[in-house]
């Protein structure tokens, strides 16, 4: 059965980093796609950068240049550097993996999803 488990969040200043793991289990990390994407109260879900199995990136305008993704293979692990925090990053993120892809890939019924780790910043 594959498992995500995110971790690597918390609270902190604006201007602060953290960074976001994701440990898949039952699974390698190489699946044909994974992301991470947040949800703040009141708010849809958002994507926030992806990753594929060739390595490449695509990121949304809000992590652009300060939320970079990777992955390390030897530990099974997806990540995402947060850098620069603004109270407006503040969100519950979580981590997704699909084996098939495709346009709104988060949506397949194929998709795993980590429960999340929650993300504060403060002013």
């Known amino acids: 059965q594959v498992q995500l488990v995110e971790s690597g969040g918390g609270s902190v200043e604006a201007a602060g980093t953290l960074r976001l793991s994701c440990v898949v289990s039952g699974h390698s990390v190489d699946f044909y796609v994974m992301g991470w994407f947040r949800q703040s109260p009141g708010k849809a879900r958002e994507g926030v950068a992806v990753i594929y199995c060739g390595g490449g990136t695509s990121y949304a305008d809000s992590g652009k240049g300060r939320f970079p993704i990777y992955k390390e293979d030897n530990k099974n692990t997806l990540y995402l550097q947060l850098m620069d925090l603004r109270p407006e990053d503040t969100a519950r993120y979580y981590c997704?993996?699909?084996?098939w892809g495709g346009g709104g890939w988060w949506s397949n019924p194929s998709v795993h999803w980590g429960q999340g780790t929650q993300v504060t910043v403060s002013s």
């Open positions: 997704a993996a699909d084996e």
